[in-house]
């Protein structure tokens, strides 16, 4: 299956998306279709039988019936262009706004009066109305009449027959001005959240037989050399192999804190270098960095819509309609049934047409979670859809892995005993030179503790026991490094410890020596991170652990964590994740990061996966990415979560509320026009004002 990507540039009508995403759907050998309203962007997947200039030629077609002025062009790539057409001011748009109102004024000034007084509103409302009576009989054509034109141009040309001639005018007079600053909102919203997404590097500084040359990051391939000058922005991720520096990782983290970075260190595209110069070999192609991946993301995620979402845009599908024929049985039937004024009755079904738009909500609710999302990408957490967003105000399970989620998934010494008047420094000694050979973690720790150089020199008849430890001569003396299976085999009395973690004895010469205690670290503040997550309402936390039963219960309970299940291999986590999603009344949520944790990660209602130091495959099967592998951050998550649901939820109840009442008003004859044309457009404007708040976090 192929997929076509297309911008369609001025595009300003929520209500033209929606249909244009529709038609699209339906043309032959179109599988899905969506339309980002935000970013402007149609994503089409196709058939493989289909050729896509067939389908982009239809697209254009339909494009063109019901908007005429929008241009439709290829996705150009490099640019990932959030168009550039954001705050120009629509200048045409204000001039026939000012030409229309001094033609409005001039019939009220000179007292006009008969044919005069018909011809200057005519001509006020060929003005600033045309354009709209033309793009509704357009999409009467092209067998799309249910929209805010169609309602617009009924109900002022029903007022010039009627003989309200000034409320003909002013209703498109007013509507254009509102259109003005909906569209002035609407870009607003679209420049704050693609500023967001403004951290694609522009260029790198390729360096190549000696030469640097500028060149677009695509051009860059996987071992090229590149450098990096202070203040510029990491094109690609790669390795330092010249300079130090300190890098700003806001943009991919989210934290405000600089890092530091030298020779031989990893660094991801989208950092920005503070001072240092830096020459870098790269390590990925541009496609596949970091900073393209947070892109494509954030920009896939309008593609899976939230369930409000889809409610709004089916609702809007079938409440114009519903609308129109209200309309109608309002002016029709009292004055034919029951002999009431037709004027009078007539004048109310055109203010009910006016009031009816569903623009408030078509295009709020969108931005509302495309906003949320935005903000989270800016604090590191990358939601791949609106529904995952709402998901997160439904979840009362979280499970957690143990490794590198709760815990580094580095060891490290926390713990030396001694004993026979040895120093602690002594037996740590013994250990690194006993382990001089190894390259298993836990003998990797003993070296790293020691830290000093190791005189291999001392060291004769090395030999490793498997799964029990190393036997070694030191300086002429026999020593033993290993568990307590070791000591046993070979006559050793040991003082056994109960600390936390894996248990190293040391022998020398028959005799216990010293115990090395070598614990994988706690994340920092991981215990208030657990804490806060179940301050938020979630009712249980689980963790699941590959590693030995003790140990998890351990540091279960040094975290807080309700239940812990050790001992597990990949396929019991995904069993026993199945019998807590039977168990639990909402979403469960699995929060994890290594490659045997994509199964699960894919299962679970809503995946979670640390995604700075994660597998690629936990990343892939998750719909949130942490930056951070903070899990703290999952309560950041459903705050955001939160806040949007909350906003969307206040612009559906006010956008409808507002409608309703104005509605029955004009139904009885309370409310005139003028109402109706603020129960339409004012109220789209503050709720897409009130939408950009989601981007505050």
């Known amino acids: 299956m192929e997929e076509i990507v297309l911008e369609l540039k001025g595009l300003d009508c929520a209500g033209c998306a929606a249909k244009i995403e529709n038609l699209t759907k339906n043309i032959n050998g179109v599988d899905s279709a969506n339309l980002d309203f935000v970013s402007r962007v149609l994503k089409v997947k196709i058939e493989d039988k289909v050729t896509p200039e067939v389908v982009t030629n239809e697209i254009k077609d339909i494009v063109k019936k019901l908007e005429p002025d929008v241009i439709v062009s ?36 000179l007292k006009l009066e008969g044919m005069p007084r018909l011809a200057v509103y005519m001509a006020a409302y060929l003005v600033v109305g045309l354009d709209i009576v033309i793009r509704a009989v357009r999409n009467v054509l092209a067998g799309q009449p249910f929209d805010e034109y169609f309602l617009m141009a009924i109900a002022t040309i029903g007022a010039f027959i009627i003989g309200e001639y000034p409320e003909g005018v002013a209703v498109m007079l007013f509507y254009q001005v509102g259109e003005l600053f909906q569209g002035m909102a609407v870009n607003h919203s679209r420049k704050s959240i693609s500023s967001l997404l403004d951290i694609r590097p522009d260029y790198a500084n390729l360096e190549k037989d000696g030469e640097v040359r ?19 922005k990491v094109p690609l991720d790669g390795i330092i192999i010249k300079g130090s520096s300190s890098f700003d990782t806001s943009n991919i983290t989210g934290e405000s804190l600089p890092k530091t970075a030298g020779e031989g260190d990893r660094i991801l595209s989208g950092f920005v270098n503070n001072e240092g110069l830096l020459k870098v070999q790269v390590e990925k192609e541009f496609g596949e960095s970091t900073i393209s991946k947070i892109l494509d993301l954030v920009e896939n995620a309008s593609s899976k819509k939230a ?11 079938y409440y114009t309609p ?29 203010v009910f047409l006016v009031i009816s738009c569903p623009c408030a909500l078509v295009i709020s609710i969108p931005l509302g979670f495309f906003g949320g999302i935005g903000g989270a990408s800016k604090k590191g957490i990358l939601i791949k859809g609106g529904n995952y967003l709402e998901g997160l105000n439904d979840i009362d399970t979280i499970v957690v892995d143990k490794t590198g989620t709760i815990t580094k998934g580095t060891f490290k010494v926390t713990k030396i005993d001694s004993y026979g008047g040895l120093s602690e420094g002594d037996v740590l000694e013994l250990a690194a ?8 973690p ?13 005189d291999k020199d001392r060291i004769r008849n090395y030999m490793e026991v498997p799964g029990k430890g190393v036997k070694v001569e030191i300086d ?31 022998g020398k010469d028959n005799a216990h020596i010293g115990t090395i205690i070598v614990s994988d670290e706690l994340k920092d503040n991981v215990a208030k991170d657990i804490e806060n997550i179940k301050s938020l309402g979630i009712n249980r936390t689980i963790m699941l652990s590959g590693d030995n039963n003790h140990i998890a219960k351990n540091v279960g309970e040094l975290v807080k964590i309700d239940e812990v299940y050790g001992d597990l291999l990949p396929q019991d986590k995904v069993e026993i994740f199945e019998q807590i999603m039977e168990e639990s009344k909402g979403k469960v949520a699995f929060v994890g990061d290594g490659v045997n944790d994509a199964p699960v990660l894919a299962r679970a209602d809503i995946g979670i996966a640390m995604g700075g130091l994660g597998s690629d495959a936990a990343i892939e099967a998750s719909d949130i990415v942490i930056m951070t592998d903070e899990i703290g951050k999952i309560a950041t998550g459903i705050k955001i979560a939160r806040n949007t649901k909350k906003i969307v939820t206040q612009n559906i109840v006010f ?43």
């Open 307 to 317: 369930p409000t979402e889809n409610f709004i845009t089916k609702f809007a599908r």
């Open 74 to 109: 290829q996705r150009d790539e490099q640019s990932h262009s959030h168009d550039h057409d954001h705050g120009n001011v629509d200048r045409k748009g204000i001039i026939k706004i000012i030409i229309a109102g001094v033609l409005f004024i001039i019939p009220w000034l």
């Open 433 to 440: 030179h006993g382990e001089a050979y190894s390259n298993h």
């Open 322 to 350: 519903v609308v129109v024929f209200t309309a109608l049985a309002i002016g029709l039937i009292p004055p034919l049934f029951f002999g009431l004024d037709i004027r009078d009755w007539a004048y109310r079904a055109f």
């Open 214 to 232: 500028i060149v677009v990051p695509k051009e860059v391939h996987i071992g090229d050399h590149i450098i990096i000058k202070p203040g510029e």
């Open 476 to 506: 002429g003396e026999k020593i033993l490094v290993g568990n307590k299976q070791l000591c046993i085999d070979n006559g050793i009395d040991i003082k056994e410890s109960q600390t936390l973690g894996t248990v190293v004895y040391i």
């Open 442 to 454: 836990i003998g990797v720790s003993i070296m790293e503790a020691y830290g000093k150089e190791i």
């Open 655 to 697: 956008a409808l509320g507002v409608k309703l009442i104005v509605l029955a008003l004009g139904a009885f004859g309370v409310a005139t026009m003028w109402e109706a044309v603020f129960a339409d457009v004012g109220v789209s404007i503050i709720a897409i004002l009130n939408s950009i708040r989601a981007l505050r976090i």
